[in-house]
Nanobody
Framework: VQLQASGGGLVQAGGSLRLSCAAS????????MGWFRQAPGKEREFVGS???????YYINSVKGRFTISRDNAKNTSYLQMNSLKPEDTAVYYC?????????WGRGTQVTVSS
């Protein structure tokens, strides 16, 4: 499985971005998809996930602002980010796997200006 994240960019605080994670391979529908981020000088942080059945989980700091979805027909997961804050600035990564995140994509930079 290969993953490719895209959709990052520069946005003002309060704005929105939608990240996409396109996956290759036929097992995408059976994988949990996770989104992570790493801010400058900080460790990588788990943001949220979506199970193969569509159940989602988010960390508290993004709950109500971020939404993870998936389209198995397109082998793609999405991270919709609304009401962005400067502290959301980071490189965002997607990852997938059945029991653990074995597959990782290259990150996409999200910069939120104040």
């Amino acid at each position: 499985v290969q993953l490719q994240a895209s959709g990052g960019g520069l946005v003002q605080a309060g704005g929105s971005l939608r990240l996409s994670c396109a996956a290759s391979g036929r097992t995408f529908s059976r994988h949990r998809m996770g989104w992570f981020r790493q801010a400058p000088g900080k460790e990588r942080e788990f943001v949220g996930s979506i199970s193969d059945s569509g159940s989602t989980y988010y960390i508290n700091s993004v709950k109500g602002r971020f939404t993870i979805s998936r389209d198995n027909a397109k082998n793609t997961s999405y991270l919709q980010m609304n009401s962005l804050k400067p502290e959301d600035t980071a490189v965002y990564y997607c990852a997938s796997g059945r029991l653990q995140y074995n597959y990782w994509g290259r990150g996409t930079q999200v910069t939120v200006s104040s």
